[in-house]
C-alpha cells in the first residue's frame, strides 16, 4: 500500500517550461517532505526538502509548495533544461524515521 | 551534501554464489542506514533499516536469511545476497540518515545473477 501517491507518471516539457509533479498523502503524522532526483543507473539525490509549518521554499529552480489541508505537495521546475529530464520522487516520513516513496515521474525536458 | 559511497557499482555472480555491498558514509556517523531494491522504471522498495550495533529490521516479505545485513560501525553497512539466483538481479541501493531525517543515498550496485 503506498502511503504517498505521486502523479503524473511522466512529463514532457519543453525547455524554459515549468514541470508540476504532485503528491498526496494521507497520514497526517509526516512531518518531513524530500523531493529527489535521480538519473538513469543512480542513486537518488536530495533536491528539496520541506516540513509542515512552511507553505512554499524554494531552491534555485525548484519550488516546492505545500498544502497541509489538502495533504498535498508538489514540485515546480522552473526554466526547465535538458539536463532536468529525469526521474523525481517525492517521499515522506515521520518522526525523522524512514521514508515512504512515491511511485515516481519521468520528466523529459526537450531542447 | 552528504557523501554515501556504495560498492560495488556493478556486479555480475553465478547463480547459487553470495554477493557483498558495502555501503560508507564517508562524512558523517550514520546510526541508521536503509537498504532498497528497485526494479527498472519502478519507486524504491525498502528492504531493511540497519541500525548500528543490534540487528536489522526487515520489512514484510524481504527474507533476512536471504539478505544478511550487518551494521558494524557508525560508518559502514553491508548487505550480502546469499545463495543468489536470477530472480535476485536487481539494484540495490543503500541510504545513510544524518539528522533530521535528511537522507543520501548511495550510487547503487546492479546486481546481475547469471
Known amino acids: 500500500q503506498q502511503q504517498v501517491k505521486q502523479s503524473p507518471q511522466s512529463l514532457i516539457v519543453q525547455k524554459g517550461g515549468i514541470p508540476i509533479i504532485n503528491c498526496a498523502y494521507e497520514?497526517?503524522?509526516?512531518?518531513?517532505f524530500p523531493w529527489y532526483q535521480q538519473f538513469p543507473g543512480k542513486g537518488p539525490a536530495l533536491l528539496i526538502a520541506?516540513?509542515?509549518?512552511?507553505s512554499e521554499k524554494k531552491e534555485g529552480r525548484f519550488t516546492i509548495s505545500f498544502n497541509k489541508s489538502a495533504k498535498q505537495f508538489s514540485l515546480h521546475i522552473m526554466d526547465s533544461q535538458p539536463g532536468d529530464s529525469a526521474t523525481y520522487f517525492c517521499a515522506a516520513s515521520e518522526n525523522d524515521y524512514k521514508l515512504s516513496f512515491g511511485a515516481g515521474t519521468t520528466v523529459t525536458v526537450r531542447a | 551534501g552528504a557523501v554515501v559511497s556504495q560498492h560495488p557499482s556493478r556486479v555480475i555472480c553465478k547463480s547459487g554464489t553470495s554477493v557483498k555491498i558495502e555501503c560508507r558514509s564517508l562524512d558523517f556517523q550514520a546510526t541508521t542506514m536503509f537498504w532498497y531494491r528497485q526494479f527498472p522504471k519502478k519507486s524504491l522498495m525498502l528492504m531493511a533499516t540497519s541500525n548500528e550495533g543490534s540487528k536489522a529490521t526487515y520489512e514484510q516479505g524481504v527474507e533476512k536469511d536471504k539478505f544478511l545485513i550487518n551494521h558494524a560501525s557508525l560508518t559502514l553497512s553491508t548487505l550480502t545476497v546469499t545463495s543468489a539466483h536470477p530472480e535476485d538481479s536487481s539494484f540495490y541501493i543503500c541510504?545513510?540518515?544524518?539528522?533530521?531525517?535528511?537522507?543520501?543515498f548511495g550510487q547503487g550496485t546492479r546486481l546481475t545473477v547469471v
Open positions: 541510504s545513510a540518515t544524518r539528522q533530521a531525517a535528511e537522507a543520501f
Open positions: 497520514n497526517t503524522a509526516f512531518d518531513y
Open positions: 520541506i516540513r509542515p509549518d512552511v
